[in-house]
């Protein structure tokens, strides 16, 4: 059973970096059959997918957010990290990390809960 936590503060400021973990239990991220998403939610919109690491460790980011979001990972912890520079509080989301299923064209199969981030002052 695959379990996804998703960590790191709630709040943080217009033009700092949001920076979120999330801690995969049940699967390793190194697996070739996988890879590990970032998907957020703002309030009263849609999701939002904002990128992914594989197996290998390289980073695929939406179009609309690569300049500023950076993924990367902690094998040994079986971790993966989310950083967000330059918020503004349109950057207040939930924010999920996910599992996506290489056979299945990346559908997801599990998710974490998801976290509230606000960006406010």
């Known amino acids: 059973q695959v379990q996804l936590v998703e960590s790191g503060p709630g709040l943080v400021k217009p033009s700092q970096t949001l920076s979120l973990t999330c801690t995969a239990s049940g699967g390793s991220i190194t697996t070739n059959s996988y890879y590990w998403s970032w998907i957020r939610q703002p309030p009263g919109k849609g999701l939002e997918w904002m990128g992914a690491?594989?197996?290998?460790?390289?980073?695929y980011y939406s179009t609309s957010l690569k300049s500023r979001t950076s993924i990367s990972r902690d094998t040994s912890k079986n971790q993966f990290t989310l950083q967000l520079s330059s918020v503004t509080p349109e950057d207040t989301a939930v924010y999920y990390c996910?599992?996506?299923?290489?056979?299945?064209?990346?559908?997801?199969?599990?998710w974490g809960k998801g976290t509230l981030v606000t960006v406010s002052s």
């Open positions: 690491i594989i197996y290998t460790g390289s980073a």
């Open positions: 996910a599992r996506a299923v290489v056979i299945m064209g990346g559908a997801m199969d599990y």
